[in-house]
Structure formats: structure tokens, C-alpha cells
């Protein structure tokens, strides 16, 4: 599988890819890569299964390469990287934007955030936000680009503490919103469950940073936004079925699911039945 070009170009050859307006994901099948890449964005990985062989990064000399579970390859935007290498599934995100100065702008605002090339050691912290990429997969995309989006944010923040020009910089991160801006946020989501909301959009009602927002809404809710919008549609929803004589594949664009497939399987995974089970039993 050899892989020349930007990211952008190669994904939709990989396996399972989805395209944000924010960044691109993809669930690369395991295989025998020869990899020789300068990205255009930047570009993170992750492994489930351990990955052997000789790379590079930013550097004509190869060298034995090893990576494993829950650890991170960084190849920042316009640095290069090359390997040869067997590996098992991996997750490879393609950040579009800037994102990695958004994140920090509240905690480094008098620098740049560079990523420096290289590897992450593998951590707990780092397996889980990986795994919470490919359940994203696995559950056909439940959550939507909201949960994308914020599980992205998570893992760039991560990076950027560990593998950046201001890793040691970084100021904590405050446990909790303003019960002002709470309100602000709730009323923003509640008021446009129809749309595809994202992060960047919720946060900067309030005028917060992606990953300051996702931090301290959880903190102060005990959920992170893209649930807590998961649930006001589930609610939402479960009102329309007991109350209007709407059709399903209605009540799903009016709610923001955007078809009948995707809230029938929301409703399967966090209900355990169908909507339309669900309407028979509540009329």
C-alpha cells in the first residue's frame, strides 16, 4: 500500500474515512505500507496493534521503528516522513485547519504551537482516545461530527502537551463554566438541534477555545457536549413520537439526525429499541 501523496488525495483508497469540515479521519485496514509523505496538514496516528519496520521522520536516515498501542506518530504540517512497516489497524487524523494554535490561544497567546515530528510513548490517556476514535467506526458514526470533532480536539490537546513547541507551557486548564456561559451554551444547542452542530460553533458562542469549552462543559455537566446534543435529540425526538403525527424520517431531520437510518441506530444503541417500537409502545 504505498502512500505519495497528501492525505486528502490517498484517504478514500484506505478503508473507513470520514471528511469534517475541520479535519479528515480514517480507519486504515492493517497491511505492508511503504510510506513516503509531506503533509499539508497536520497529520496524527495512532496503532491498536503493534507496528514494526524502519522510518523517518523529518530526516533522510531510517531507523527501526516501533509502534504501539496508545502511542502517537506526529507528522506536522510540511515536515516529512518515511517507512516501511507492517502494522495492524490504525487511525490517522488530517487536521485542516490550525487547530492546534485554537486549542491553546487562552494558555500560549504570545507563541505559535509548532508539533515537533516524532513519536508519543504509549499511555493509557492515548489508547483511550484512539479507542474512542474506532468506536466512532464501529458504531456507524453515532454522535456525528460533534463527537468527531471533540474526540479530535482531545487527542490534538494531548499531543501538543506532550510533543510541541510549548509542552511545558501549558497552563491547567479550569475545571468549570460560568454558569452564565452554561446557560448560553444550552440555549445555542437547544435552539438549533436541526443543524450539524460542531464544537468550533457551541464554543464560540461563549468565545472559548474548542478543547477549553469541551474541558469545562464536562466538567460541569458530567458529559462531554457531543452527548449531552445526543441526548437532546433522543428527548426531542422521543417527544415528537408520542406527540405528532409526524412521520420517522420526518421527526429525524426535524431533530437533527439528518435521515431515519442514523436515529434508528441511535435509538438501537442507547435505548435498545427502534423508533418506531418505541411509538407503538408510548401511543
Known amino acids: 500500500m504505498p502512500l505519495n501523496h497528501a492525505p486528502l488525495c490517498e484517504l478514500p483508497k484506505w478503508g473507513h474515512w470520514l471528511e469534517t469540515p475541520s479535519l479528515i479521519v480514517a480507519l486504515v485496514p492493517p497491511g505492508n505500507l511503504e510510506v513516503n509523505i509531506t ?7 495512532t496503532r491498536f496493534e503493534i ?6 521522520f523529518n530526516s533522510d536516515k531510517l531507523e527501526t521503528y516501533c509502534a504501539e498501542p496508545g502511542g502517537f506518530d506526529v507528522v506536522p504540517s510540511s515536515s516529512s516522513y518515511r517507512s516501511i512497516e507492517t502494522t495492524g489497524f490504525f487511525i490517522v487524523l488530517a487536521y485542516k485547519q ?4 485554537r486549542i491553546v490561544a487562552e494558555y500560549s497567546s504570545d507563541k505559535d504551537v509548532d508539533l515537533v515530528p516524532g513519536q508519543i510513548q504509549a499511555s493509557a490517556k492515548g489508547l483511550s482516545l484512539a479507542q474512542a476514535v474506532r468506536d466512532f467506526f464501529v458504531h456507524r458514526h453515532v454522535g456525528g461530527a460533534l463527537y468527531l470533532e471533540s474526540v479530535a480536539t482531545l487527542i490534538m490537546e494531548h499531543v501538543i502537551r ?10 491547567r486548564v479550569p475545571d468549570f463554566l460560568a454558569l452564565k456561559m452554561l ?7 437547544q435552539d438549533n438541534l436541526q443543524r450539524e452542530l460542531s464544537l468550533d ?12 469549552f469541551a474541558h469545562s462543559f464536562k ?19 422521543k417527544a415528537l413520537l408520542r406527540e405528532s403525527s409526524l412521520s420517522i424520517a420526518e421527526i429525524a431531520y426535524e431533530v437533527g439526525f439528518g435521515n431515519q437510518s442514523h436515529m434508528t441506530t441511535v435509538f438501537r444503541k442507547t435505548l435498545q429499541v427502534t423508533p418506531n417500537v418505541y411509538r407503538q409502545h408510548v401511543k
Open 162 to 171: 506532550h510533543r510541541s513547541n510549548v509542552s511545558r507551557q501549558l497552563k
Open 39 to 45: 503533509p499539508t496538514f497536520e497529520l496524527i496516528s
Open 183 to 189: 446557560k448560553t451554551a444550552i440555549e445555542y444547542i
Open 219 to 237: 466538567a460541569t455537566t458530567g458529559i462531554p457536549p457531543y452527548r449531552y446534543v445526543l441526548q437532546c435529540r433522543i428527548e426531542r425526538a
Open 98 to 101: 490550525p487547530l492546534a494554535s
Open 201 to 212: 460553533g457551541i464554543a464560540g458562542v461563549v468565545g472559548l477555545s474548542p478543547f477549553y
Open 51 to 56: 507496528g514494526r519496520g524502519i522510518a523517518a
